[in-house]
């Protein structure tokens, strides 16, 4: 069974300080108890003066000494209940109501794992050729399994083994070997940080992106340090333990100097605040004697010693101050390797290469022409086709529909079919496949308590900084509460337009805005249509426009403005995308593409009509018929 965390924080805050009074009573605390100042001793050292404090702000008590915390849900399973009778009891005293059946019971519900202890000899030895001695080992509990491999013990703050981590105590055969790093069986392993009971929330928190980086700190005399549990590229270890690390007024990041590792660090500078981070860059003048640069601080213990390990530990790099860049310093921008979002429209792709990351794209076109349709497409689909979580904000369409448009594009034309020309029927057992595919990785904003550009704001930099959400769709700009009178409204949207691209830059996240243009009698959508655009349109880093084909333009008829179709062969596609501005490479191209109803899929050809999203397993083929007649009805699109 699993419990929704948000249900639990709520009951530990209504049970609140009362947690305190009986841990107090269980352990026996009455005589060394303040009332007023909730403190005691600290029942798990020898504390002549009241350190283990009990803080509401996270509903626990905390031992200022020894760095222990512990909470009500901790006191229950220390009186020998299961983590479901802890929460059910805990339920049951703030009478919040949650069905606790027994399904599921067994194959969810947490196993505290067992702690290997067998002969560490080859651990020993292992280790000790990277430099990490006995002592270290003894100190971060580092043990051996049967076989001679690693056991890395993984504590939570409270000092409780929550998970076993094992590495081969050899070196890694690719050929041979299935995995360098496993868990331990039936025991769930939580984001945790290796060697986070030992920590001192006083002193300066060193985060190393391995184990092994871990124990070479501490080898070198800083014992302040933990690791990441599944590397630079997993980043959940910051939402999972973020109330943990706000404790912290320094944080200082050790990752590998790869590109990945620099990459990761980059990112989670922001996330954990520019303010209290800083890094560790090792010196390319840092080499082994192949003169190959260092990559970690096991390297750099192992070829340069403990006192330079502690050199690079006592002198960290600050973040430079924000608006200030010296220009000799700024990377490199090369399109084709920056990090971005493929649009799946490979003939858009091939000309704008891809939306970069840090950047605000504006979405327009007339209503009823598809533009929220091809930015779902885009910005919520194809991102999470390509491993990114999206944050929404959707001021027209409800949630329910808003899904149901998702799903629509996500399931495939082959999923669903078409009852009275048009309502849609999903293929349940494959619908049911998508649904937990996307599960937590399309969060859509609730505007019906707060549609402030304020709220949305700071609901989109704690998304950024504490789940690491990577792109956010805005639709549209004129269902957001500006916080002004019509009067001011064209100044407002400036300054909001201007805080989306700082807020893009800072956390190199990827912002897309849909904007409605101005009512022109024009067939087509220019730049210049688009409502505020001397705000907005200048600001932006690329501008897209999305047009359905009229009858006339398909003809070659055009006598508006739009003067560059006149003449031409008549036009089969049913719509376009055209690029009204590209700050990124100045290529403005016009990509005409075919619409499909069933599906709400914009596609050029029939590999995308048909593309299979990665829930989708089907081996097969993919079809390459089009059984689209390329004549779409205005009436049946006209929700687009």
């Not at 108890?33 to 504390?47: A, G, L, M, R």
């Not at 299961?82 to 606790?100: C, G, R, T, W």
């Not at 001011?488 to 807020?503: D, H, M, S, T, Y």
């Not at 050029?604 to 059984?627: A, M, Q, V």
């Amino acid at each position: 069974m699993l419990i929704p965390k948000e249900k639990i924080d709520k009951a530990k805050e209504l049970y609140g300080d009362r947690a305190m009074a009986d841990i107090v009573a269980y352990f026996g605390l009455e005589g060394s108890y303040n009332e007023t100042s909730k403190s005691c001793s600290c029942p798990w050292h020898k504390d002549k003066t009241p350190s283990f404090i009990w803080n509401p702000k996270n509903n626990s008590a905390h031992c200022f000494s020894c760095g222990r915390n512990y909470g009500i849900i901790d006191l229950y399973l220390a009186q020998g209940m299961s983590y479901l009778e802890a929460v059910e009891k805990l339920f049951k005293q703030v009478d919040i109501e949650y069905n606790f059946s027994n399904k599921g019971v067994q194959d969810f519900s947490y196993r505290y794992p067992k702690r290997e202890h067998s002969d560490r000899t080859n651990v020993e030895k292992y280790l000790g050729l990277r430099g990490i001695s006995t002592k270290t080992l003894d100190y971060a509990d580092v043990q051996s399994d049967i076989h001679g491999n690693v056991a890395f013990h993984y504590y939570n703050s409270n000092d409780t083994l929550m998970t076993v981590k094992y590495r081969l105590g050899r070196k890694f055969n690719k050929e041979k070997d299935h995995s360098k790093c496993w868990s331990q069986k039936d025991s769930d392993f939580a984001p945790l940080l290796f060697n986070m009971n030992r920590i001192d929330p006083a002193k300066p928190l060193l985060v190393v992106e391995g184990e092994v980086d871990c124990l070479s700190a501490i080898e070198a005399g800083y014992s302040n340090a933990v690791s990441i549990p599944n590397g630079c590229a997993n980043s959940q270890w910051i939402q999972y333990n973020w109330e943990w690390l706000e404790q912290f007024d320094k944080i200082i990041l050790w990752f590998d100097s790869d590109a990945a590792g620099i990459k990761a660090r980059n990112d989670v500078l922001y996330r954990l605040g520019t303010w209290r981070t800083y890094y560790i860059e090792i010196n390319p003048e840092d080499t082994t004697p192949n003169g190959a640069r260092l990559k970690d601080a096991n390297e750099v213990l192992y070829f340069k010693g403990k006192d330079r390990v502690l050199q690079y530990i006592n002198k960290p790099l600050e973040i430079p101050v924000e608006n200030v860049l010296d220009l000799s310093k700024a990377e490199d921008f090369d399109i084709e390797h920056a990090e971005g979002l493929y649009t799946g429209i490979k003939e858009l792709d091939d000309k704008i290469y891809k939306l970069t990351f840090g950047t605000l794209n504006i979405i327009t076109g007339k209503s009823g022409e598809g533009k929220s349709v091809f930015v779902n497409q885009v910005a919520i689909c194809q991102a999470v086709q390509q491993g990114y979580d999206v944050f929404v904000f959707s001021g027209e369409l409800p949630a329910p529909i808003l899904r149901n448009w998702v799903e629509t594009n996500m399931i495939g034309r082959d999923n669903i079919t078409m009852k009275d020309g048009h309502v849609r029927v999903f293929n349940s057992e494959k619908r049911k496949l998508m649904q937990n595919w996307y599960s937590g990785k399309i969060l859509v904003y609730d505007n019906d308590r707060d549609s402030t550009s304020t709220a949305i704001l700071n609901k989109m930099e704690e998304l950024a900084r504490k789940c690491g959400t990577k792109v956010f769709l805005i639709d549209n700009l004129m269902m957001i509460d500006l916080e002004c009178n019509e009067e001011g409204r064209l100044q407002a949207e400036k300054e909001f337009v201007n805080k989306l691209i700082f807020f893009a830059k800072k956390y190199n996240v990827l912002v897309f805005l849909v904007a409605h243009p101005r009512k022109t009698g024009e067939i087509r959508v220019t730049k210049e249509d688009i409502a505020g655009s001397g705000n907005i349109v200048n600001l932006a880093h690329m501008v897209f426009s999305v047009h359905r084909y009229t009858d006339k333009e398909k003809e070659g008829e055009t006598n508006t403005r739009n003067q560059y179709l006149k003449g031409k062969e008549p036009i089969q596609e049913d719509s376009c995308v055209e690029v009204l501005k590209n700050r990124i490479t100045g290529i403005l191209p016009l990509v005409k593409l075919y619409f499909d109803y069933p599906s709400y899929r914009f596609y050029k050809t029939p590999s995308e009509l048909w593309f299979r999203y990665g829930w989708n397993k089907d081996t097969s083929p993919i079809r390459t018929d089009d059984p689209n007649p390329h004549q779409v009805v205005a009436e049946e699109v006209s929700p687009l």
